[in-house]
């Protein structure tokens, strides 16, 4: 009954909404939602289009609830691009209230072949969303809203197709340098522990055995026995560290790091790892290549 309610009450803000789209500028008008999107996005665009993100550092997609604002900066853009694979699972009604509306949208996911997606029962849609954390999707993804950005915005055609093989080309040397880096971990070290499952195409990229202490979805609560049963695997396995996620409260993996000790054993809490959102802006962190770089400095400096 809530969600009901809840729908009404953003279908009535659409229909109440303006139809006045584009500004004096004449820039073409996006809307994207996470902060990974909104990264690449305005590396493809640049200056001949305008980007507003709905989400923010440290803000998690699972659980994110569009405001009044929100739902008006959606109906007023001229395109909206999203992660799809119910990552945004509360603004799927939102989305298609808007494709009803005719209103032009992009799901990034959609450039992944489903055979290369990690199976998923926490979604509506079968899979895992976090294809950002595969680099070789992301590039797919990348070269994806090109495309599309192209075939809606024609005249700028050329300046996406400049920017976008600029941004993939960070994205080539990104890999590289990662590659390099995580070489110098052990395979038997290579056990990642954070609060939920936002890495397994990290893990499926780089060769991790990846544990998340909720699942794949923060929508998820871990209970008792979730902990204990990750606490046995942490002192079986001898992991040396466990790691917070910027997006998700940490108590949970505190209470998992005082289980273990609890069992006389030790476990460090390796870092704080960005997982569902990039860290503030105008900071490293703040863009996709600069928060790729920090998780695995962090991850490889906790567990060599």
């Not at 997609?61 to 007023?76: I, T």
């Not at 992660?83 to 494709?99: A, I, Q, S, T």
């Not at 849609?125 to 070269?143: L, R, V």
């Not at 609060?195 to 998820?220: C, I, M, P, R, W």
Request: hydrophobic share 40%; net charge neutral; with cysteine.
């Amino acid at each position: 009954m809530k969600k009901y309610i809840y729908i009404l009450f953003l279908v009535s803000i659409v229909t109440s909404c303006t139809t006045a789209t584009k500004k004096q500028n004449g820039k073409l008008q996006i809307v994207t939602t996470t902060t990974m999107i909104t990264d690449m996005v305005k590396n493809i665009g640049g200056d001949v289009v305008e980007v507003k993100g709905l989400m923010g550092s440290g803000v998690d997609p699972h659980l994110y609830k569009a405001s009044e604002g929100d739902v008006s900066k959606l109906f007023n853009a001229d395109v909206i691009i999203y992660n799809g694979l119910h990552l945004e699972g509360k603004l799927e009604d939102v989305f298609e209230k808007m494709r009803k509306q005719q209103k032009q949208t992009i799901a990034v996911a959609n450039a992944i072949d489903k055979s290369g997606l990690i199976g998923s029962e926490y979604f509506a849609s079968s899979y895992d969303p976090h294809i950002w954390f595969h680099i070789g999707y992301w590039k797919q993804a990348t070269q994806f809203v090109i495309d599309e950005l192209k075939k809606i915005d024609a005249k700028n055609a050329a300046t996406f197709e400049k920017n976008g093989q600029v941004y993939l080309a960070k994205l080539d040397t990104l890999a590289a340098e990662i590659s390099d880096e995580i070489t110098v971990l052990p395979i038997e070290k290579r056990i990642l522990v954070t609060a939920h499952d936002a890495f397994n195409y990290f893990g499926k990229l780089h060769n991790f055995e990846v544990v998340g202490l909720q699942g794949l979805s923060t929508a998820t609560e871990a209970g008792v026995q979730d902990v204990q049963k990750l606490a046995t695997f942490i002192i079986e396995n001898n992991v040396k560290a466990i790691f917070v996620e910027s997006s998700v409260p940490k108590r949970t993996i505190e209470a998992l790091q005082a289980s273990v000790k609890a069992s006389g054993h030790e476990v460090a809490i390796g870092g704080t790892l960005y997982s569902d959102a990039l860290g503030d802006a105008g900071t490293k962190e703040g863009t996709y290549v600069g928060m790729y770089r920090y998780n695995v400095k962090t991850i490889v400096e906790a567990l060599k």
